[in-house]
């Protein structure tokens, strides 16, 4: 089935979000799953610790700030310009009514702005050869189901097919820290070669900070996915049986 069949559409039930995937299913989101499922002490330590009016405010930025990261690499790498520069010049026009639009402030784009360019000055985008797809939406039915958009899929340049999500964050991140990005990257990747019946060589999570210019890329083997793929399936398994939908919802 391809993506434009598949689903168009999600919804919150029960403060969980899940994709209309036809047929009268819905699947829940991968980062629904991996929020409800994973160990969130640490966050609600640090929101008892700050304030729940502090904690909301520095969430909302942070959130804010990355979809602005997001979008940029999106028109950056979605251009239909033939250079790097026309691509990066198209993206950047392209930024200012998309942030108008969405009320994002000043500071949330500026500092979104400056992610982007960290990716783009550490040469990160490189190591793409090909953009397969841009904001995909991939589900597989395994173990009750789930369904979720990833942000690049993309060839390099031995023609390998990777599975690639963009991070931000404020500070750099030790790799025992993303645990839940890699059964993420699995989830995408065993559910694109399931409905697409080509398999990922790997798959990248790359995170910038605000705290310097220099991206980290975490790189994952087909091993670490199928590692990480059983690990994500077993909490898809709990999920459901822990949060049944009713049969007319």
């Known amino acids: 089935m391809s993506t434009e069949q598949s689903l168009a559409t999600t919804e919150t039930i029960n403060g969980k ?15 629904t799953i991996l929020g409800a499922m994973t160990d969130k002490s640490g966050i609600d330590k640090w929101r008892k610790r700050v304030g729940d009016e502090k904690a909301d405010a520095i969430s909302k930025f942070s959130s804010n700030r990355g979809t602005v990261m997001h979008q940029f690499c999106e028109y950056f790498l979605g251009s239909k310009q033939e250079t790097v520069r ?30 982007f ?22 589900f597989s039915p395994q173990m009750g189901g789930y369904a ?11 023609g390998h097919l990777v599975i690639l999500d963009f991070k931000s964050s404020k500070k750099a991140k030790r790799e025992d820290w993303i645990e839940n990005y890699k059964m993420q990257i699995a989830a995408y990747s065993l559910a694109y070669w399931e409905m697409h019946g080509r ?16 991206p ?25 049986n822990k949060y049944v939908l009713e049969p007319n919802i």
Request: charged share 30%; net charge negative; proline share 3%.
């Open 17 to 31: 979000r899940y994709y209309n995937i036809g047929e009268g299913k819905k699947y829940p989101s991968v980062t």
């Open 86 to 115: 026309e691509r990066l010049i198209d993206a950047q026009t392209l930024i200012g009514p998309f942030v108008e639009e969405n009320g994002f402030t000043e500071d949330e784009t500026n500092v979104g702005r400056k992610l």
């Open 117 to 138: 360019f960290n990716f783009y000055n550490g040469k990160c985008f490189d190591r793409i050869a090909n953009v397969v797809s841009i904001e995909d939406t991939l």
């Open 148 to 158: 979720g958009r990833v942000d690049i899929i993309y060839e390099n340049e031995k």
């Open 199 to 214: 398999k990922p060589q790997g798959g990248e999570i790359w995170i910038s900070n605000e705290a310097d210019g220099f």
């Open 216 to 240: 980290q890329i975490f790189e994952m083997t087909f091993a670490d996915i199928t590692k990480y793929g059983k690990m994500f399936l077993e909490l898809v398994k709990e999920f459901h």
